[in-house]
């Protein structure tokens, strides 16, 4: 079965500094990863998603996230951060294993990341 | 184009009750899903619904139960209603079935039950 975490349930950075939120997966397959972003009262946006080639995945708001099969992580990242991208973020996996049409979409905790100004 | 709508923004139910959520995709999408999301359990996929079937479906028990329209729009019901069934119900839509595609969500019902 497979699972998804997001070690940190919060994350501190300055505004101007790069961030980094984190992910760790498990899966049987091979990994189907997405990050969401969850804004004070405003439903699920997605960022990005890896389903195969680059390891490196370019998303929305400047954000991006790099694949390390060896690792089993798919850490988000941006170079520098700005107060409006506080928020709710979710790492998300789904196993591919092909025909096993019992897979489904597994969300971390989230991680709440606070931009200090 | 309009966004995922839910209907209604906020529910309060007590114990014992049934209560029905209401979803209505993107225009053009067939694919919708519903999400649990709670603080202490995060967020939970319910079920995924494609051309009114039941694609795939989470771990949760029979009183959670859904259904597709012909026109894309879903309902989720739940019955027999528990404190622990409080929680902000999340539906998003897809243009194919599968949750490889980018999801669109919508803001939200916000249940509580009493």
């Known amino acids: 079965a497979q699972s998804v975490a997001q070690p940190e349930d919060q994350v501190n950075v300055a505004e101007g500094n790069p961030l980094t939120v984190k992910c760790t997966y498990s899966v049987s397959g091979n990994p189907y990863l997405f990050w969401y972003v969850q804004y004070p009262n405003r439903g699920l946006q997605f960022l990005l998603k890896y389903i195969t080639g680059d390891n490196l995945v370019k998303g929305s708001y400047g954000f991006e996230a790099e694949f390390n099969k060896s690792q089993t992580s798919f850490h988000l990242k941006k170079p520098s951060a700005l107060v409006s991208d506080s928020a709710l973020y979710f790492c998300a996996v789904r196993d591919f294993s092909g025909f096993n049409r019992d897979d489904k979409i597994i969300f971390g905790k989230g991680t709440r990341l606070h931009i200090l100004p | 184009k309009a966004g995922v709508t839910q209907t209604p923004r906020y529910l309060i139910k007590t114990r014992g009750q049934q209560v029905t959520l209401s979803c209505s995709p993107i225009s053009g999408h067939r694919s919708v899903s519903w999400y649990q999301q709670t603080p202490g359990q995060g967020l939970q996929f319910l079920f995924e619904?494609?051309?009114?079937?039941?694609?795939n479906k989470g771990n949760f028990p029979g009183r959670f139960s859904g259904r597709q329209f012909s026109n894309s729009r879903s309902e989720m019901n739940v019955s027999t209603l528990e404190l622990g069934d409080s929680a902000l119900y999340l539906c998003a839509s897809s243009q194919s079935e599968g949750v490889l595609n980018e999801q669109f969500f919508g803001p939200g019902t916000r249940l509580t039950v009493l």
């Open positions: 619904y494609f051309s009114e079937t039941q694609r």
